[in-house]
């Protein structure tokens, strides 16, 4: 059977697990794209200095991890109270220095599949200083939104790290397979109303209904941060260009 893996182009993306088992092997970094929480909430924290580790198991074993690493466990839930959580908005007064585990399905599990294949987060916020950092590496480079899960636990496509991963490929020069070059299109297509097109996907309804409309504004807040959170050991740092 022909490999599906872009192998003709220099600038690749692909969704999910799936997507980094068919990269990787063919990519000098990978990029992680998860906008509503995992990587707005990587980028703010890690701006704040403190560092992240992802995990993916909401579970007693996140507890064990955390006091493990002599780190801060984020609660699995979003939550309007005080804590930290999967919420950006959470994070934004974090402590530099603190060890904080991230436990998410999509964003941390990806950060923990790449392997030793260099890792950054990308999101809306640092766009552009991840596409400059990442051309640094070499030039192949592959993209990986992270997508939603399904109540079934399949991959739903979304179009918040379709937009993400659109913006991230749009400072990048290079031969863009057919599936970077249509994010790169949506992403240009939306960019003038990028909050309000995220607002009314399904990934932003769903934020607003449940009352942290605030973490679709800071997602959407598009080259606000010249972070570049780099996966160090199974740890994101913040870094800068």
Known sequence: RMQVNQLEFHIRLEWGIKG???LAPISDVLIIVDILSFSTSVDIATSNGAIVL?????????QEFATTHQALLAQ????????FTLSPSSLLKI?????????SPNGSTLSLFT???PTICGCLRNA????EYARGYGKNIGIIPAGERWEDGTLRVACEDLLGAGAILSYL????????RLAQIAFTEFK??????IKGCGSGKELIARGFEQDIDLACAVNSSDNIPILINNQYHGSNL
């Open 20 to 22: 980094i088992e068919v």
């Open 54 to 62: 992802p995990y993916t198991y909401k579970d007693q074993t996140a």
């Open 76 to 83: 699995p839930k979003r939550s309007l109270s005080t804590g």
């Open 95 to 103: 402590s530099p220095g603190t060890k904080l585990v991230l436990p």
């Open 115 to 117: 392997s030793t294949v």
């Open 128 to 131: 552009q200083v991840v596409a």
């Open 173 to 180: 020069k290079g031969k863009l397979s057919p599936e970077s």
């Open 192 to 197: 003038d109303h990028l909050t309000q097109k």
